[in-house]
């Protein structure tokens, strides 16, 4: 199984991180050995939201290549820019045809503008959700929303919670309380 | 003020991006307009616990100069290498004379490592709790322990937890209940 973490300039490094550790815990703990994963961009290196630089693992690789592409959040400013950015939507949406679509926080309007969230219901972080409405079926305000395909996730920290998901999602329930213990995260 | 995130080769993302998020956003939210900080390593860039490269921002700079040093965890295994490392831990070290340390998860044995927990009483990951114990006076098992000028958090997610204390206490409550909203943290 191959997961790609998109990341690109602005991305808020928690939407990321809070669904990475998760994730890369499947493998190191054994659940899914066999999990890969890159983190994709569209240059060597990105700088998140406070220019903190982060070197991606594979730069313009078509999203076609894996079986799930996972997209953070950015604050609007970075967003607004990327929605209008026909080559950054143009690689995202090589992503349309992959087995699972999730995103963290506006992530999902990234999905949107890309034209992957046509007849979908979707979220996205509470202050974003008329945003959101444009470019999907319908929004919820739900944590964690699946539809169809696509698995998107409220704001920020919710990352974590996707990540959760997924677990049990893509392994099993023990797999997910396992690893929900791991990260302390059962006692919050 | 002035802040100190210290990462190094092992570091476990999470631990670092739950704290990072919640106090940068003290300064963009205008709560503490002329916060400042920096991403301190000993070296121009380290690889997380599973290889994804991170820049300083500040390479082997003595950490007298912050008013804050707050030291992320990582798994067993590179902690282990790191409290043997003595020029990490004098490095580490020129942080005991700051006002205010801190430490998620494994982070803090690097601090007792580095000598800086004595007659504290601290907190680590629940797994480790014998091993940050040599370090320290006390060990507790709460998710936030302030002894004297530490305090320690948990696993992983209490990095967040840690995060949104210290936005109450250099901040108010306000910022802190802001800031929660805005990360989504209020209604997990």
Same mark, same amino acid.
């Given at each position: 199984?191959?997961?790609?973490?998109?990341?690109?300039d602005?991305? %808020?490094?928690?939407?990321?991180?809070g669904?990475?550790?998760?994730?890369?815990?499947?493998?190191?703990?054994?659940?899914?050995?066999?999990?890969?994963?890159?983190?994709c961009?569209?240059?060597?290196?990105?700088?998140?939201?406070?220019?903190?630089?982060?070197?991606? !693992?594979?730069?313009?690789?078509?999203?076609?290549?894996?079986?799930?592409?996972?997209?953070?959040?950015?604050?609007?400013?970075?967003?607004?820019?990327?929605?209008?950015?026909?080559?950054?939507? !143009?690689?995202?949406?090589?992503?349309?045809?992959?087995?699972?679509?999730?995103?963290?926080?506006t992530?999902?309007?990234?999905?949107?503008?890309?034209?992957?969230?046509?007849?979908?219901?979707? !979220? %996205?972080?509470?202050?974003?959700?008329?945003?959101?409405?444009?470019?999907?079926?319908?929004?919820?305000?739900?944590?964690?929303?699946?539809?169809?395909?696509?698995?998107?996730?409220?704001?920020?920290?919710?990352a974590?919670?996707?990540?959760?998901?997924?677990?049990?999602?893509?392994?099993?329930? !023990?797999?997910?309380?396992?690893?929900?213990?791991?990260?302390?995260?059962?006692?919050?």
């Open positions: 199984m191959n997961v790609a973490f998109v990341i690109y602005g991305v %808020t490094l928690l939407d990321f991180a669904m990475y550790d998760p994730i890369t815990r499947l493998k190191r703990e054994k659940f899914l050995p066999d999990l890969q994963w890159d983190v961009a569209m240059q060597d290196s990105i700088a998140d939201g406070e220019n903190l630089v982060i070197s991606s !693992t594979q730069v313009k690789k078509p999203l076609n290549h894996y079986d799930i592409v996972l997209v953070p959040g950015a604050r609007i400013k970075f967003i607004d820019t990327l929605i209008v950015n026909k080559q950054f939507l !143009t690689w995202l949406n090589t992503a349309s045809s992959v087995k699972l679509l999730g995103s963290v926080c992530g999902s309007i990234l999905l949107g503008a890309a034209g992957m969230l046509t007849n979908a219901t979707a !979220t %996205t972080h509470p202050n974003h959700l008329q945003t959101l409405k444009k470019y999907c079926d319908k929004v919820s305000t739900k944590r964690i929303v699946k539809s169809n395909n696509v698995i998107t996730a409220g704001g920020v920290t919710s974590i919670d996707l990540g959760l998901y997924l677990c049990e999602y893509l392994a099993n329930k !023990t797999a997910r309380s396992h690893i929900e213990k791991l990260m302390d995260y059962n006692n919050v």
